[in-house]
T-cell receptor, first 116, second 117 residues
Framework: AQTVTQSQPEMSVQEAETVTLSCTYDTSENNYYLFWYKQPPSRQMILVIRQEAYKQQNATENRFSVNFQKAAKSFSLKISDSQLGDTAMYFCAFMKLDSGTYKYIFGTGTRLKVLA | GAVVSQHPSWVICKSGTSVKIECRSLDFQATTMFWYRQFPKQSLMLMATSNEGSKATYEQGVEKDKFLINHASLTLSTLTVTSAHPEDSSFYIC?????????????FGPGTRLTVT
């Protein structure tokens, strides 16, 4: 069974600093998708970044970038120049094909607090 | 971008009653909708997947008779919690995907907080 592990329940970072959130996953599949989602206090799920497993190049979205290590099954998120608005719960997610439908498996989350 | 709404955003009901939560895709046709449950400070757990016009597929451990899902149109799916009990109190989130979307493109609703007293 596929699993997603986020080993850091809580983290904090000073404003303008860089922080890295870790995520590991377990799968026997070769083609899949990985995601980082942000859930602010409003609880609306917001897509931060996506990585397709067949792409070797790490995805980047402005201040957000990932370090995708397929062999190690690791998918960490780096937030550069942290801003107060980055304070949120961050979920790593794996998408798998199950009975003909692509479904998410979410990690347990990392609560990030950006300090002024 | 695609917008998914949920109604109500917060509902309080008495133990033993049923409550219905709506999930609507506002600007696209959602051929597939997903329902998640999120306990406080925990992750999202997929409850069921529904395709328009078909019966929902429930994840292992989810009581299909307790959580009734109807996906009668391409823009609306409903989750009915029947005979609700305090342990059903949770945050329920839906997501939706259109037929022409890439498989990874799911759009999340803002969630519904259910409190059962």
């Amino acid at each position: 069974a596929q699993t997603v592990t986020q080993s850091q329940p809580e983290m904090s970072v000073q404003e303008a600093e860089t922080v890295t959130l870790s995520c590991t996953y377990d799968t026997s599949e070769n083609n899949y998708y990985l995601f980082w989602y942000k859930q602010p206090p409003s609880r609306q799920m917001i897509l931060v970044i996506r990585q397709e497993a067949y792409k070797q190049q790490n995805a980047t979205e402005n201040r957000f970038s990932v370090n995708f290590q397929k062999a190690a099954k690791s998918f960490s998120l780096k937030i550069s120049d942290s801003q107060l608005g980055d304070t949120a719960m961050y979920f790593c997610a794996f998408m798998k094909l199950d009975s003909g439908t692509y479904k998410y498996i979410f990690g347990t989350g990392t609560r990030l607090k950006v300090l002024a | 971008g695609a917008v998914v709404s949920q109604h109500p955003s917060w509902v309080i009901c008495k133990s033993g009653t049923s409550v219905k939560i709506e999930c609507r895709s506002l600007d696209f046709q959602a051929t597939t909708m997903f329902w998640y449950r999120q306990f406080p400070k925990q992750s999202l757990m997929l409850m069921a997947t529904s395709n328009e016009g078909s019966k929902a597929t429930y994840e292992q451990g989810v009581e299909k008779d307790k959580f009734l899902i109807n996906h009668a149109s391409l823009t609306l799916s409903t989750l009915t919690v029947t005979s609700a009990h305090p342990e059903d109190s949770s945050f329920y989130i839906c997501s939706a995907r259109g037929f022409w979307e890439r498989p990874y493109e799911q759009y999340f609703g803002p969630g519904t907080r259910l409190t059962v007293t």
